[in-house]
């Protein structure tokens, strides 16, 4: 119940076509998160989701939280070659210890551009 | 921009050996957070500290793996003795004030090999 499916499992794309991955669980949750991973380094966080429906933009990145609180999706408008890496999503969960939430990520979507 | 400092970068060591890694979380973060990322399991919480307090370490191997906070500064992550099987990437994440829905912020990770 608390895994994440996210899909594809990695993209092939043209310089300046448009993406979309999604990401899906048998749970819901009250925040969607979608981080980038670059070589070599940790994943960024992109944007945060906060609320069912919610729709939010961070430059060509647009992202939305599904109304049923069980499904996100990230968009990427005229792709560009530093889009290139790992997009993962991920959910927020209460820690037995409390006081703050662990995060649990999906597998990631290796995103590809050929120029 | 305030990141999440990790040291050493990259560790090559034999097994059996101790390995201890460290973590500089973004000033002002109460919170800090251990995740492992491998292939085949992507990214999994380790361990969990908030006011340097360890809460939550349930994923992480109690026989060999040790977490401490020894001052705001500094939080380290130790194996003892090591296993070709610990080799992943380790990452430190901090997070604002203590509670829910705050973004965690990574650092770029320690690349443990064991060989």
């Known amino acids: 119940g608390q895994q994440l499916n996210q899909s594809p499992q990695s993209m092939f794309i043209q310089e300046g076509e448009d993406v979309s991955m999604n990401c899906t669980s048998s749970s819901i949750f009250n925040t969607w998160l979608w981080y980038k991973q670059e070589p070599g380094e940790g994943p960024v966080l992109l944007i945060a989701?906060?609320?069912?429906?919610e729709l939010t933009s961070n430059g060509r990145l647009t992202a939305q939280f599904g109304i049923t609180r069980k499904d996100s999706f990230l968009n990427i408008s005229a792709s560009i070659p530093s889009d290139v890496g790992i997009y993962f999503c991920?959910?927020?969960?209460?820690?037995?210890?409390?006081?703050?939430?662990?995060?649990?990520f999906g597998k990631g979507t290796h995103l590809i551009i050929q120029p | 921009d305030a990141r999440v400092t990790q040291t050493p970068r990259h560790k090559v060591t034999e097994m059996g050996q101790e390995v201890t890694m460290r973590c500089q979380p973004i000033?002002?973060?109460?919170?800090v957070f251990w995740y492992r990322q491998t292939m085949m399991q992507g990214l999994e919480l380790l361990a969990y500290?908030?006011?340097?307090?360890?809460?939550?370490d349930s994923g992480m191997p109690k026989d060999r793996f040790s977490a401490e906070m020894p001052d705001a500064t500094l939080a380290t992550l130790k194996i003892q003795p090591s296993e070709p099987r610990d080799s992943a990437v380790y990452f430190c994440a901090s997070g604002g004030r203590a509670g829910f829905n705050q973004p965690q912020h990574f650092g770029d990770g320690t690349r443990l090999s064991i060989l």
């Open positions: 991920a959910r927020m969960f209460p820690l037995s210890g409390g006081g703050a939430d662990g995060l649990t």
């Open positions: 989701l906060y609320k069912a429906g």
């Open positions: 000033l002002g973060h109460n919170t």
């Open positions: 500290f908030r006011n340097r307090a360890p809460l939550d």
